[in-house]
């Protein structure tokens, strides 16, 4: 069986390349990618704690908590793209270091 | 033979290999998205990130997690920000670097994010191995029993909200002339 520490590894990788791209990328659509990516990385720890957890086949949170969230970032996904969409047909771009109006 | 100086690691099983294969096919796509200077690269790195964690749930034998990723991750999310890249084409071929001004910050916030995480789980003396699991189907059957028990409630409202997301997405983004 697989270590539960791979799945842990992967899934903190799979988080700090999310946060990265969330932080430090210039596109606004790149930093909804990192969104997705760090979304993916807590389903990962999700399912793989109700794998190891006690009775996986009775006790079902973790797979049910990760459809709440593959659902919730559906939705998120969703109304994030509407609104870069919305500020690019304002804007003409969506440069995360040119949206500085609301900057004192 | 000459004696190592340190034990060699046992061999991987095979479970062990296909998930180590896996693992590498999302590391890549996860690299892909933070690294490559063409948006559109970016989002072929999302869709291998997004099947390798498929694949990483069908490993956990979380089948149905797993279908669910492909067709909601990967193909309504990939396809939507897709689109959206094509709709805000003009500024994505420019010759400007692909990382913002905080980009070194982040960095440092990013690599000190991956090993604090990496240091305390190393920490923690976890389970060695799940129970195993003798009937899938049971798995599949409870998770509908609970939606529409246990769970019935926030159920109900993340269909609400699935609505008006999307209402609100159409809403947000149409052409207002």
Known sequence: MVPLTWYLILAA?????????ALGRRNAIAVLMGIELMLNAANINLIAFWRYGVTPTQNLDGQIFALFVI????AEVAVGLALIIS???NRRTVNLDDLDILKG | ??????????LPTAPQVVFIMIAVLAVIGSLTVVLARNLFHSALGLVAAFFGAAGVYIVAEAEFIGVSQVLV?????????TFAIMLTRGMMFGATSPRNRQSGTAAIITALTFVVLVALMRGIPWPQAGEPITDGQAIIAGLGFAFVNQYVIPFLLLAMLLLVALAGAIMLARDRK
């Open chain 1, 87 to 89: 500020v690019y047909r």
């Open chain 2, 1 to 10: 033979m000459p004696e190592l100086p340190f034990p060699l690691p046992p």
């Open chain 1, 71 to 74: 659902a919730v970032a559906a």
């Open chain 2, 73 to 81: 991750y990967v193909g309504a999310i990939s396809t939507l920000i």
């Open chain 1, 13 to 21: 990788f799979m988080f700090s390349s999310g946060l990265f791209a």
